[in-house]
Antibody, heavy 121, light 107 residues
Framework: EVQLVESGGGLVKPGGSLRLSCAAS????????MNWVRQAPGKGLEWVSS????????YYADSVKGRFTISRDNAKNSLYLQMNSLRAEDTAVYYC??????????????WGQGTLVTVSS | DIQMTQSPSSLSASVGDRVTITCRAS??????LNWYQQKPGKAPKLLIY???SLQSGVPSRFSGSGSGPDFTLTITSLQPEDFATYYC?????????FGQGAKVEIK
């Protein structure tokens, strides 16, 4: 059974840092591109970042570029999101999602349960 | 960035109703369009990928259609467990963008 379990969320002050983790199991983690998606309270879904299987291709939303860093450790079946210079508008539930690459188009076929990040003084 | 616009943003329907939600992309995206269902406090769940392909395990009352800029998600015979928020998503180009969501409520 495919499982994605996020951790590392919590309350942090503006300007602070936090590192999210996503532990994957039940599939060959190293074979899949992984993404982070977030959802502010009461709002819609926002794509945050993507990392390819061997970390060669990495992309970020403009809203987090220069502040967030996505990474992965295929030996540990884990995905990470290092978040620096956090702002109130980064408050959200953060989901990791597995990307199934197909033709045509990728899709996010498995999602974790999410971890809440609250940025407040 | 490609903007995705869903309509309506919310609707009220009864069990057994046929429900249609539309999604329009600001640029052509071929059929690089996915649909997700999200219930309160839960992660999104993939329903439809590549505009019209039903994800494994999803009931056949869900269907998707369209290409280019205009897409449709249809639920035939709405069931109690279908009351949720539905999002479209384009994966034609990064940044992958989602529609604002369409909330299906009980009438």
């Amino acid at each position: 059974e495919v499982q994605l379990v996020e951790s590392g969320g919590g309350l942090v002050k503006p300007g602070g840092s936090l590192r999210l983790s996503c532990a994957a199991s039940g599939f060959s983690f190293s074979s899949y591109t992984m993404n982070w998606v977030r959802q502010a309270p009461g709002k819609g879904l926002e794509w945050v970042s993507s990392i390819s299987t061997r970390s060669i291709s990495i992309y970020y939303a403009d809203s987090v570029k220069g502040r967030f860093t996505i990474s992965r450790d295929n030996a540990k079946n884990s995905l990470y999101l290092q978040m620096n210079s956090l702002r109130a508008e980064d408050t959200a539930v953060y989901y990791c999602a597995r990307v199934y690459t197909s033709s045509p188009g990728d899709y996010f076929d498995y999602w974790g349960q999410g971890t809440l990040v609250t940025v407040s003084s | 960035d490609i903007q995705m616009t869903q309509s309506p943003s919310s609707l009220s329907a009864s069990v057994g109703d046929r429900v249609t939600i539309t999604c329009r992309a600001s640029h052509t995206i071929s059929t690089y369009l996915n649909w997700y269902q999200q219930k309160p406090g839960k992660a999104p769940k993939l329903l439809i990928y590549a505009a019209s392909s039903l994800q494994s395990g999803v009931p056949s009352r869900f269907s998707g259609s369209g290409s280019g800029p205009d897409f449709t998600l249809t639920i035939t015979s709405l069931q109690p467990e279908d009351f949720a928020t539905y999002y479209c998503q384009q994966t034609y180009t990064i940044p992958y963008t989602f529609g604002q969501g369409a909330k299906v409520e009980i009438k």
